[in-house]
């Protein structure tokens, strides 16, 4: 256990190490590691930029501290040769998430694969044709204004006060008015949009990287600093509290994933469908998501 | 601090853009007119019987090829390995992505259920443009999209799109650079060709 904390607290320190503003975390666990060219993109032809890179085929060689701080620094003045990137874009984050585990990762990802199309799936199905979807849309704006401390006090540990208000006015509203939660007119009447926040989200505000890619059998995909995210939240959830007891709690928590589940079901197949390796695809878009969630 | 340098160059940038006016809103019109079109076909309901399918999907093509510019979407993804490729290799690679893109989204059109998309500003600095918007879904979500396009002989193409923050061109670059790293880049190819058959 304690073994397991030290490497923990390793892991999450070494992605402190590269200031949040570099682009591209690179693994140097992994000797098949991958790197997104977009920072180092060279224009064919074109002399004048840097095209210096590792060859990419010679994968075994992991780079050294010195490389990997030439491409944050690369990156951040933009002029070697990377894709024109103009003063106002917001900064398209080219780095890519360390995925040492991959093997293991991807059998969790078949894991996941079955389950949702051998039971969530049917059972979402079912679920559908029994229940009218405004009832499932109000059923998930209850368990989202349930959810309101998270939101706010993430708000807070990052210093967005009005966030903070914003979710608290929602929370008011949507209680009152939105009787019990259910409906949602702080949005729908007042325009008054939601700040999603979470604890995975604040530590890497402060400029904790992902960590790597945990892809959790059941829970889908995530990152060492989002599974700690996740745990911490934990202790703002009010179901959590409400709900104590673990028979409850899991019914409680299987409920909701199998409501929002019935409101996105075909998401995932569109990726599988768009997809040439469905499971770099769910990881790239789960990183990028999560970026730009931070940034927000 | 790098926030503050973007506030600071958004700011700017908008007043460049409103103080030439004849310029301004170029990439988010003809956005605007090719999502329009998109719409009128989908719609249309002379089109929806089924004889007529093929003649829908042959101008729905039309419509975004007059405003995506693949060429520069198949660089963009293959990106170093862009450089390695002879032309003939590119033009197979063009053929196949678009190939692969239309198999995957020409469906999507089809279940196009009156969501509305709702523009909200865009940034223009020299050749390149973004265009930021909304689709507004029957279940009350608001899903934030951003085009980025290039402009090109006057016109503007899109070259990316990104949904919640997950840039398309990104993804599809993570996708091949991880398979031609881990076999070759004919291996990339039947693969494509496996997929779109």
């Keep these: 256990m304690r073994n397991a904390l ?35 993109f060279a224009e064919a032809g074109d002399s004048s930029v840097v095209t210096h890179q590792p060859e990419i085929n010679s994968a075994a060689a992991p ?39 991959e093997p293991l990762n991807r059998v969790f990802f078949n894991f996941n694969d079955r389950l949702y199309f051998w039971f969530l799936k049917p059972v979402a199905t079912g679920y559908n044709n029994a229940v009218p ?45 939105g009787v019990f939660g259910f ?25 904790i990287g992902p960590g790597i890619y945990i892809n959790w059998p059941i829970l889908g995909p995530s990152s ?14 009010p179901v959590n509290y409400l709900a104590p007891h673990t028979r409850y709690n899991m019914g409680v928590k299987a409920y909701e994933k199998l409501n929002g589940t019935s409101l996105v079901l075909g998401d995932y197949e569109s990726l599988k469908k768009a ?22 | 601090m790098a926030s503050r340098y973007c506030w600071q160059t958004i700011v700017l940038l908008l007043s460049v853009v409103i103080a030439v006016p004849t310029l301004a809103g170029e990439p988010m019109e003809k956005i605007k007119q090719t999502t329009g079109k998109i719409i009128a076909i989908v719609t249309d309901p002379a089109l929806k019987a089924p004889e007529r399918a093929k003649e829908r999907r042959h101008l729905i093509r039309k419509a ?39 198999r995957t989204y020409m469906g999507k059109v089809d279940d196009y259920s009156g969501e509305k998309v709702r523009f ?22 608001e899903i934030p999209v951003i085009y980025r396009l290039k402009k090109k002989s006057g016109d503007w193409y899109v070259y990316d799109i990104s949904i919640e923050g997950v840039s398309f061109i990104n993804n599809y670059r993570t996708q091949f650079n991880s398979i031609i790293v881990k076999s070759s880049y004919q291996d990339l190819v039947k693969r494509l060709k496996a997929k779109v058959e």
């Design chain 1, 183 to 207: 409906g949602d007119p702080a949005n729908v009447v007042f325009n008054i949009s939601k700040k999603d926040e979470d604890f995975g989200q604040t530590l890497g505000f402060i400029g």
């Design chain 1, 63 to 101: 780079l050294n501290r010195a490389q990997t701080l030439r491409l944050c620094q690369s990156s951040d003045s933009g002029k070697e040769g990377s894709e024109p990137r103009f003063p106002g874009e917001e900064v398209v984050e080219e780095g890519i998430i360390a995925d040492p585990l």
């Design chain 1, 133 to 177: 979807e405004p009832l499932r849309v109000s059923l998930r704006n209850f368990f989202s204004n349930l959810f309101m401390p998270v939101r706010a006090v993430n708000c807070l540990l990052q210093g967005k006060i009005e966030g903070f208000g914003i979710e608290i006015t929602r929370f008011l509203l949507n209680s009152t008015m």
């Design chain 2, 120 to 141: 909200e500003n865009e940034i223009i600095d020299g050749d390149y443009g973004i265009v930021k918007a909304k689709i507004l879904t029957r279940k009350e979500t």
């Design chain 2, 64 to 102: 975004v090829d007059e405003r995506f510019d693949w060429g520069e979407m198949s660089r963009r993804t293959l990106s170093t390995h862009w450089a390695k490729r002879t032309d003939a290799e590119r033009k197979e690679f063009i053929n196949l992505f678009g190939e692969l893109l239309e």
């Design chain 1, 6 to 40: 030290r490497l923990l607290l390793v892991l999450s320190l070494w992605s402190v190490e590269f200031p949040a503003p570099c682009l591209g975390e690179i693994s140097t666990f992994s000797s098949s590691f991958e790197r997104e060219e977009g920072i180092l």
């Design chain 1, 275 to 296: 997809a040439l390796d469905p499971y770099v695809s769910l990881r790239n878009a789960y990183y990028q998501h999560r970026q730009h969630k931070i940034k927000e």
């Design chain 1, 224 to 237: 060492l600093r989002d599974t700690v995210g996740i745990i911490g939240d934990g202790f703002l959830d």
